[in-house]
Antibody, heavy 119, light 111 residues
């Protein structure tokens, strides 16, 4: 069974940094690109970025709205994807989901982790 | 610019059918589309995908009451025999080489 479990969400102050994790099981993580999606309170889904599998360079792409502050990485030995957010702003608050991709489409989702940015 | 457009809301009666629309931006009509459901207070769930070559697949455990179709730049998600648990937000999603995009979502109310 494919499982994705996000963790690391927290209450943080503006300007701080945070790293959230997506721990996976039930599939061969090394072969799959992984996406991160955020959802602000009461709003829709917003794609923030994805990381390719190592076979395709292991590089990451980001939405224009987060480029420069968000960094996606992966540890294939642990089957974990990471999202690091720097210089957190109040508008970054929301639930962050990771997703396993299949040719661009997100085919499996985690349950999400809540990030609250407030002083 | 790659954009997906969805109507903000839709409604239909219990047991009836409803057709939700997702429109690809100009110049992107051949892109593939995925549909996701998000029930209240839950995370998203993948429903199905339509690829640019016309192939498609439904997610594991998704009932065949959920079906998809397309016409040019418009993609449709049809839900038949509406159940109370179908009341949810529905998002379409597309992808390019270095980008993924979500539509704004359609809130479906089951009357």
């Amino acid at each position: 069974e494919v499982q994705l479990v996000e963790s690391g969400g927290d209450l943080v102050q503006p300007g701080q940094s945070l790293r959230i994790s997506c721990t996976t099981s039930g599939f061969s993580f090394v072969h799959y690109p992984m996406s991160w999606v955020r959802q602000a309170p009461g709003k829709g889904l917003e794609w923030v970025g994805f990381i390719r599998s190592k076979a395709y360079g292991g590089t990451a792409e980001y939405a224009a709205s987060v480029k420069g502050r968000f960094t996606i990485s992966r540890d294939d030995s642990k089957s974990i994807a990471y999202l690091e957010i720097s210089s957190l702003k109040s508008e970054d608050s929301g639930i962050f989901y990771c997703g396993r991709e299949s040719v661009g489409a997100i085919g499996d989702w985690g349950q999400g982790t809540l990030v609250t940015v407030s002083s | 610019q790659l954009v997906l457009t969805q109507s903000p809301s839709a409604s239909a009666s219990l047991g009836a059918s409803v057709k939700l629309t997702c429109t690809l931006s100009s110049g992107h009509s051949t892109y593939g589309i995925a549909w996701h459901q998000q029930q209240p207070e839950k995370g998203p769930r993948y429903l199905m995908k339509f690829n640019s070559d016309g192939s498609h697949n439904r997610g594991d455990g998704i009932p065949d009451r959920f079906s998809g179709s397309s016409s040019g730049a418009e993609h449709y998600l049809t839900i038949s025999s509406l159940q109370p648990e179908d009341e949810a937000d529905y998002y379409c999603q597309t992808w390019g080489n270095d980008i993924r995009v979500f539509g704004g979502g359609t809130k479906l109310t089951v009357l």
